[in-house]
T-cell receptor, first 113, second 118 residues
Framework: GEDVEQSLFLSVREGDSSVINCTYTDSSSTYLYWYKQEPGAGLQLLTYIFSNMDMKQDQRLTVLLNKKDKHLSLRIADTQTGDSAIYFCAGQRSNQAGTALIFGKGTTLSVSS | EAQVTQNPRYLITVTGKKLTVTCSQNMNHEYMSWYRQDPGLGLRQIYYSMNVEVTDKGDVPEGYKVSRKEKRNFPLILESPSPNQTSLYFC?????????????????FGQGTRLTVV
């Protein structure tokens, strides 16, 4: 089955770039996702990438996918204190029984001013 | 306003006392699911539902039940709660259910239910 791994903590200074990394095991995941969870809140979909893409950019967010190494990263440019949150990487597992998202444990991003 | 509503937001209960956490969505989504979030373990799927009367186990279904009698509601039932079910629970819904295509391009999560079983 799918397994998704990510580092647990990242600390950066305001204005720097943040890079959150994720590795996954199931190469059949057709879509990979990044979610953001702010304190006391639910999950918010930030972006997703189709498995045949190498890169996707959306304003301050850049997603890089290395399918050969099964490595996904999320880069946040000009990180702000409001970016402090937990970021979850997720892979999509689909079979005849149904479809599910498999989440990593989450990376806590701490931004200091 | 499009939303997923969970109730209650916070609950403290005793071991063995049956409880239900409700989840309701107003977006006519077919796909709904329940997750639990635990420190160091991330999010794990408990149950999911592809449509009315169609439910299936996720990764950690033991000790839980669900039902999907109507499209908008997907309650999570703990028949005999135990302390190891103390957790933060999230309900989610999504429009897309087909195997092809991104599942959660329109995914919505509820605000979470913090459950403590003593």
């Amino acid at each position: 089955g799918e397994d998704v791994e990510q580092s647990l903590f990242l600390s950066v200074r305001e204005g720097d770039s943040s890079v959150i990394n994720c590795t996954y095991t199931d190469s059949s995941s057709t879509y990979l996702y990044w979610y953001k969870q702010e304190p006391g809140a639910g999950l918010q979909l930030l972006t997703y990438i189709f498995s045949n893409m190498d890169m996707k950019q959306d304003q301050r967010l850049t997603v890089l996918l290395n399918k050969k190494d099964k490595h996904l990263s999320l880069r946040i440019a000009d990180t702000q204190t409001g970016d402090s949150a937990i970021y979850f990487c997720a892979g999509q597992r689909s079979n005849q029984a149904g479809t599910a998202l498999i989440f990593g444990k989450g990376t806590t991003l701490s931004v200091s001013s | 306003e499009a939303q997923v509503t969970q109730n209650p937001r916070y609950l403290i209960t005793v071991t063995g006392k049956k409880l239900t956490v409700t989840c309701s969505q107003n977006m006519n989504h077919e796909y709904m699911s329940w997750y639990r979030q635990d420190p160091g373990l991330g999010l794990r799927q408990i149950y999911y539902s592809m449509n009315v009367e169609v439910t299936d186990k996720g990764d950690v279904p033991e000790g839980y039940k669900v039902s999907r009698k109507e499209k908008r509601n997907f309650p999570l039932i703990l028949e005999s709660p135990s302390p190891n079910q103390t957790s933060l629970y999230f309900c989610a819904s999504s429009l897309k259910t087909q195997l092809q295509g991104p599942l959660n391009t329109e995914a919505f999560f509820g605000q979470g239910t913090r459950l403590t079983v003593v």
